[in-house]
Every structure is written in C-alpha cells, then in structure tokens.
C-alpha cells in the first residue's frame, strides 16, 4: 500500500517552516521558491519531509501525528497513533503583510515614483516644487522593504 495523500493543511504548515528558515537566513531566496513549490504541489508527506531532510527545527508539526524518538523506537504508549486535528485556528498566519507586499513589488513601485510626483506637480497648479522631494523618499523606504521581505 501507497503513502496517504496529504492535504492543504500539511501544505501550508510546511510552507510556513520555510518561511521560518528563510527569515534566519538558512535558504537563499532561489532555493526558497524552488522548495515552497514543490511544498505547494506536494501529494504525499514524504515529499514534504525531503525539503526540510538538511535543515534544522522547524519542521512541520503535521496535525494527527505523534513524533517519533530519535532512536526509531514507537516511544512509551506504542505506535505513533493518529488523534483529531486541533482547529484552524493554529495555523501560522500565511497572509504577508502590506510592507512585503510593497516589498515584492518596489522595482515597479520605484519607477512610479516620478511619475506620481510630476502628476501630483500639475494637480497643485505647478506651486509645490517640493514634491519632488518625495521620489528619493519613496524609492528609499520602498528599497529598505524590499530588502527587509526578502524582495
């Protein structure tokens, strides 16, 4: 008999460990992307397993397991036994914030800026050269975010 499939849950507990890992710096961004895909078109754990085989905790805590001791032994109480899921409620918040957001997308936002600033010039009847100013501003913090999230 085959591996049981594995669900959207154990998907998403797994892609929120890499996070973790590329948050304290042990995968580069590329080799983020390429694990976080195949964590989101895993079918069965074992393809989850692999992405975290050279990588030290976190690894998914999959709901309905019990962890095995280290020694491979079934641990007091037998086998690994499976018990109900907890609620959704656990789970990791996997929605990025607005400043990843902005973040992933600050190279277009960055040539927007002086576009924005010439159109906000005109609205105000060309009196506030000093909007200017707001495109170094602009492209700074949106850099300092791209940076920040990884971008």
């Not at 961004?29 to 754990?45: D, L, M, Q, W």
């Not at 936002?109 to 060309?126: C, D, I, N, Q, R």
Request: hydrophobic share 45%; aromatic share 4%.
């Amino acid at each position: 008999m085959g591996e049981l499939r594995i669900g959207n849950r154990e998907r998403e507990l797994a892609m929120a460990a890499l996070d973790e890992h590329l948050r304290e710096g042990r995968l580069e961004p590329g080799e983020y992307a390429e694990r976080s895909a195949v964590a989101s078109t895993a079918r069965v754990r074992s393809e989850l397993d692999a992405l975290f085989a050279d990588l030290p905790a976190p690894h998914p805590a999959y709901p309905g397991t019990r962890p095995v001791p280290d020694d491979g032994s079934p641990g007091p109480g037998g086998p690994v036994t499976v018990d109900p899921a907890p609620p959704r409620e656990d789970l990791p918040e996997l929605v990025a914030p607005i400043g990843a957001r902005l973040g992933r997308h600050a190279g277009v936002l960055s040539a927007l800026a002086p576009v924005l600033a010439v159109v906000l010039f005109v609205v105000t009847g060309l009196r506030f050269p000093q909007v200017f100013l707001l495109v170094p501003v602009m492209i700074g913090v949106l850099a300092y975010l791209g940076h920040k999230h990884g971008g």
